[in-house]
Structures are given as structure tokens and as C-alpha cells.
């Protein structure tokens, strides 16, 4: 049984919204779970923390949300894996597979069933968090989320246990996994730099992805510390066909480009078609660098030198996360961090 925790810092809701389950938690000093339980008459819960969380409810003025109620009454051994992104994208991206793969696996380990939800639009992103939030799964993991459009707030909010494959944007929690982005985009920049390459360019990520912002933060910094410009960058939609078009433009601007880390594999497959209708060799002319390891990797002419994002790990490091949450066992604070890695092959 959980008592509250002495010198909790409390949180009232701003002017802008209805107080959450969150917020009646954290001013009580209890966990979310508990809370939970208080509101929907659970067991195991100590008369202190009862009060506490009564307390909470009556200063913020908490009115208990029926969807969130009538989940935490009900099981029904599914989770949601929400993919904010169009239909082709899913169908034709190898990240997508390695998502599938890794978190499947780790939740039929836990007894539990995965539900795809694709929220290609606005519209349809409303109707998958509808569809999440009214008790059709007990949880939701979120992969290649953009920045918050609402639904991202609208799960977390709703008290449904999330778990997001990269971190949110504009969005404070813990519950996600990623890898070191930018750490990653300084190796493989420093890599280049080693090389004897001079003039580096990149071809970013979309601006409203913590992958394709982070990922251009470790490229500035390893420039930045060679003492090298950091003004050749274009941007994709982490598409081949827009890693192509992107290289187009970065050759037009800068003629002297002798080397380019590019934001995923897929993008750096396009950069690399691009090079060749050039008449320009990879890596003698231009050096290539890529992100993700996935399977296009090696079938790239050359093959494409990368850093790699273990897809799989992740994923299924994020149903275990969830699976815990489920079971309202702790969970660590901090979110889980891959840590990258390179794999050297022909193109740099």
C-alpha cells in the first residue's frame, strides 16, 4: 500500500485545461496508479493515501473522466501501436517493420494483443485517440510521431498508459525510447571529418521530428568542433524520393560538397541515385553517410556506411515498458536511450 510522499512539490492545472489524473497524483504524493485506484474504488490503497488523493480531487476541482473510469475497470489484454504517418509510408519504410516486429514479439511475451492504428491525417488521428481512450485497448505505444497536433496530449492526458518510440516534442514525460540521435550524427560527422572530408553538407530530417532535429544538432556539433561551415543543409521527408531531390540541391548550391551525412537510410539511397545521374562516384567524389542500419543499407551500390538505431530493441523495450505500466509496477523515470553505433562499409 502506498502512503503520500512527504514534500511533493504539488501541481495545479493551468488556466487552460480540466486538472488530470496526473495532476491529482502529483498533488497528493502518490503515484498515478494509486490515484487511479482511489477514484475507481480499488483495493490496497492506505487511508492516508485515500485522503490525500480525496483531497487532491476536491482542491483542483477533479471531475473523474468516464472514459478513463470505465478502462480502468476493464481488461481487455490489448494495446494500440498508433503510427502517425500516411498508409504507402507504413507500407514501403523498413523502420516500420522493425517497430512491428520487436513490439509484437514483446507483447504476445506478455499475453497481450497489438492493434494497429493508423492516423495518416488530422482527422483520422482524432479518430484513432478516440478509438484508444474508450476503453477498446488498456494501452497505447506511439512510433514516428510528429510535433503534438493533439494527439499525443490527448492519450497522455486521458490517463491511458502511453509509451512513445522517440521523444515527444513539446510534450514533458519519460515514458519513451529513442536512441541518442544526436550523439549518433556526431559520430558519423566526426567519421566523415576523419576522412579528410572538408566540406560536409546534410540532409536533414522533417523540422517537426525529434529524429530529424536532434540528428541535425549532432552534425552542427561535430562541425562546429572541426572549425568547419555548417550552411549545406536541405531537408526530406525521411522518403528516398526526397533524399534524392534534397542532394539535387545541395549539389546545385554547393558545387565543392565532398561529403554528406544524411538523416535515415532511406534518404541517403535517393542522395546516392542522385550522385550517380551526376557522374559523381560514392565515395571518391562525395562521401555518404546514413542513419537506421536497415536492410537497404546493404544493397545500396556501394553498400552505405550508417549508424545504427537497433529498431527492433526499441520497440520491444517499449511493450515491456508498457506491459509494467499495465501491471502498476514501478517503472524507471528516465527514458531508455540506445546508444549508437557505427557500421563502416563502402560509401564513407
Known amino acids: 500500500m502506498e502512503t503520500p510522499v512527504a514534500g511533493t512539490t504539488s501541481t495545479r492545472p493551468g488556466r487552460t485545461g480540466a486538472p488530470t489524473i496526473r495532476q491529482v497524483a502529483a498533488l497528493a504524493g502518490v503515484s498515478r496508479a494509486t490515484a487511479s485506484r482511489v477514484i475507481n474504488g480499488g483495493h490496497l490503497v492506505s487511508e492516508e493515501a485515500r485522503k490525500a488523493v480525496e483531497a487532491a480531487i476536491a482542491e483542483l476541482k477533479f471531475v473523474p473522466n468516464p472514459v478513463a473510469r470505465s478502462l480502468a475497470t476493464r481488461r481487455t489484454g490489448s494495446v494500440a501501436l498508433i503510427v502517425p504517418e500516411p498508409n504507402r509510408r507504413l507500407l514501403t519504410d523498413p523502420f516500420f517493420a522493425g517497430i512491428v516486429d520487436g513490439l509484437s514479439m514483446a507483447l504476445e511475451h506478455e499475453g497481450l494483443q497489438m492493434v494497429l492504428l493508423i492516423a495518416r491525417d488530422a482527422a483520422s488521428a482524432r479518430k484513432a485517440g478516440r478509438y484508444a481512450i474508450t476503453g477498446h485497448v488498456n494501452g497505447a505505444v506511439v512510433a514516428s510521431h510528429h510535433r503534438d497536433d493533439g ?91 526526397s533524399g534524392a531531390e534534397a542532394m539535387e540541391r545541395l549539389l546545385d548550391r554547393v558545387p565543392d560538397l565532398d561529403a554528406v551525412f544524411v538523416a535515415n537510410d532511406l534518404m541517403a539511397s535517393g542522395a546516392m541515385l542522385a550522385l550517380t545521374a551526376r557522374g559523381l562516384s560514392v565515395p571518391d567524389d562525395v562521401a555518404v553517410f546514413g542513419f537506421d542500419d536497415i536492410g537497404v543499407a546493404e544493397s545500396t551500390d556501394p553498400p552505405l556506411s550508417t549508424v545504427v538505431q537497433p529498431l527492433a530493441d526499441m520497440a520491444a523495450r517499449a511493450g515491456t515498458l508498457l506491459a509494467a505500466m499495465l501491471r502498476d509496477e514501478p517503472v524507471p523515470t528516465e527514458p531508455a536511450l540506445f546508444s549508437p553505433r557505427l557500421v563502416l562499409r563502402e560509401s564513407a
Open 151 to 241: 494527439l499525443n496530449r490527448a492519450l497522455v492526458s486521458s490517463g491511458l498508459p502511453t509509451v512513445f518510440i522517440g521523444r515527444p516534442l513539446d510534450l514533458p514525460v519519460s515514458h519513451y525510447v529513442d536512441t541518442d540521435n544526436t550523439g549518433g550524427a556526431r559520430l558519423a560527422t566526426q567519421h566523415l571529418v576523419q576522412r579528410g572530408c572538408r566540406r560536409i553538407g546534410t540532409i536533414a530530417g522533417p523540422g517537426d521530428m525529434t529524429a530529424g532535429l536532434d540528428r541535425l544538432v549532432g552534425w552542427r556539433e561535430a562541425l562546429a568542433a572541426a572549425g568547419m561551415p555548417d550552411d549545406a543543409v536541405e531537408f526530406g521527408d525521411f522518403t528516398a524520393r
